[in-house]
């Protein structure tokens, strides 16, 4: 059976609050078998080695774009180079599934949602997914979420009302749903797992792809975000035709 579970690591970018100045509350799941997140630590260690010397560099989005701190190398245009090229490489083919919930929270307001149903759908539709995923190949999934806090016990309770109510939108009892989820834990940064890492590297790609679909910001072709978006849509899951890149409301 331990060919058939899967776990999904799940960091959010923003913040649900309605007065966060990020307008956009992200989750990214990074869908992964033990075994693929082993060869995945084992490659993004022989990057980190080559440019650092180190294997406990953490990626980190707005570090890499933003050329700052560790990734302050990448001011160097020749380093800049190979380092993308082999990052691109690492995020293109890693055998991992992507799930994102972007909630557009000017539009969230304008429907008369508070911050507390920003979090709520987007955790739903987050755990929703995954199970929909589960049991559309009759697996079973265990699931874990950066550490953040308050917002720590929101999800275990959303995860819980899963394991107490079911998914009556698939048919599946509690019963069922016990048996495609089996765990939750919280994770802090400080562990470095690299699916942790890889689900921080798409969040915000994948928000610059939404925006971009939107027409409010464009996407500059050959820039990282772009070269990242471009992955992200591969690697994203399709369950009855319904992708799993979901915009909210």
Known sequence: ????????????????????????????????????????????????????TDTDIVFHSVDIGQTKNNFAILNNPITKKDFHKDLISFLNNGNYKVIIVSINKDKAVQGGWDSKKVQDRAFDEMIEFFISFLASKQLKGQISMESSGGRDVNFHRRYTSYLSHGLPSLSLSNADTKKLLTSISFVSKNNHDIETQLADLFAYPAIRKILHSEGIKPLVIGSYEEK???????????????????RLP
């Not at 990242?228 to 979901?246: A, E, P």
Request: proline share 3%.
């Open 1 to 52: 059976m331990a060919n058939k579970l899967y776990k999904l690591y799940i960091d959010e970018s923003g913040a649900p609050e309605l007065s966060h100045h990020d307008k956009n509350y992200t989750l990214c799941g990074i869908i992964v078998q033990p075994y693929q997140a082993e060869e995945l630590k084992i490659k993004a260690n022989q990057i980190k080695f080559k440019y650092w």
């Open 228 to 246: 990242v978006s471009n992955i992200l849509g591969v690697k994203l899951i399709d369950i009855n035709g319904r992708k799993s890149l979901i």
